[in-house]
């Protein structure tokens, strides 16, 4: 993988005004920028940081294909040779259940990618500036003042200055900066989990088909573990549970990581050899919500809105779906017509995350391994588990998309049963 350098605007000539200011760089701000700059509007992304820049979040979903090619961001990542990805593998002891993307309920790509983020979110931002999008690095929002022509108040390491509006995207992920400046944070529903994750390398990974998917094991002590191949022959590898697990062990984060991993035959065997890229590092508490997602003059996409859990990766694709429905939106607002911006954004996403709370909610609970590992599923019910895990979850035909959680919970009583 050749570095790259960020295709920086001059930082001398950031605008006055703008049709859409963006607030960050992550793959919705990209992808929203790229979609409205291609329908003619005048855009400019601010990100605070300089890039590359390390985030976690590195396993796609196969929709993410059709989203990166609406975004016309496609071939640019297609020329970066990450690895390709066709499915996961779950793991639970000695029981394996292989989900793969080219045996779906719902017509759709059948693969994807293993990215590693700071490569992956450094060429959407190239190809977005190619475009025609000024990207300024090292330029913060700390406010916005809402309405009709939004502003924003930016700090860079010149001078502090506005940007005037006609509308305004929060793209800032975890910075969540309209959540927090407009009091729209909310509590997820979900528990605090906590992560500690590293890059490795010297993984044993298996040979075949099995070496390319995403690994999700179930540890013995109730976590589970991450194993993210990349083609430059570095693995992604994270522990998720709830906070108590890790304390049961003591020592540095490294020390914690290896003693998580050598209660794990199946992770272990893979590991043995490993050596950190970089020492273990740990999120805690990244479930957020939010109780709006749009209001006069802005939107909110990606992980300011709503971050669930990263068991089914779902993350990004979540990003990439709230950014091309925010930029389709936007861009009949800005011609003058009316958006019902509650069923046609909010509602529309929702389904989409409710559909990934009902597996990550029976993932915890234990319906959904029970599901997965059953000797009883049929073709037609993985195929519809498996086009949930692609990321096709706005198919209403899939039962699993029309009433998720009910469906969770109907299936897993009968596998229970058929497997008693
Ligand atoms: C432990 C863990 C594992 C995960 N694994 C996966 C996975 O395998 N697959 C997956 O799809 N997702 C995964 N995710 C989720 C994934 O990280 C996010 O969903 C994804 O990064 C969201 O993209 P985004 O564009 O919304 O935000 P980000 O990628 O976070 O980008 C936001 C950008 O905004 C910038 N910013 C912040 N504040 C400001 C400010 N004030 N002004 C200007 N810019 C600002 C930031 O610097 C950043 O560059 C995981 C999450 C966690 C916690």
Known sequence: MTPQAPLAADPRNFPDSVDVAVMGAGPAGTSA??????????????????????????SLLARCMDLLDEAGLLDAVKARNYLVKRGALFVRGDQRADIDFAEQFTPGWTWTWQVPRADFDLTLANEASRQGVPIYYQHRVTAMTPGAEPTLTVESPRKNYTIRARHVIDATGYGRVLP?????????????????????????????????????????????????PFSNGITSVGFVAEPPFFEHFTGTD???????????PNTSERLVDMEFVFPPRT???????????????????????????????SGVTLALESANRAAILIDRSLRGER?????????????????????VLGWYTGEFPDILFSPSQNDLLRRQVTSVLAGYVWD???????????????VARIVRRLDA
């Open 396 to 410: 209403e035909t899939n039962p699993f998309v029309r009433q998720p959680a009910r469906r969770m919970q109907q």
């Open 33 to 58: 920028a790229a979609l409205l700059n291609a329908r003619g509007w005048s855009t400019a992304i601010v990100e605070a940081e300089t890039f590359p820049r390390f985030v976690i979040g590195e």
């Open 339 to 359: 958006v019902d911006w509650d069923t046609d954004y909010t509602a529309y996403m929702m389904r989409g995350v409710e559909t990934f709370r009902a597996f």
């Open 254 to 264: 490294e020390e914690v990581f290896r003693a998580a991993m050598a209660e794990d």
């Open 283 to 313: 999120l805690r508490g990244y479930s957020a919500a939010v109780s709006a997602m749009h209001g006069p003059g802005y939107t909110l996409v990606g992980n300011a809105t709503e971050f669930l859990d990263p068991v089914f990766s």
């Open 180 to 228: 927090r400046l407009l009091g729209l944070d909310r509590p997820s529903t979900l528990m605090e989990r906590k992560s500690v994750f590293a890059h490795v390398r010297g993984d044993r990974r298996p040979k075949g088909t099995l070496e390319n998917r995403i690994w999700i094991v179930m540890h013995p002590r109730g976590a589970w573990v991450w194993l993210i």
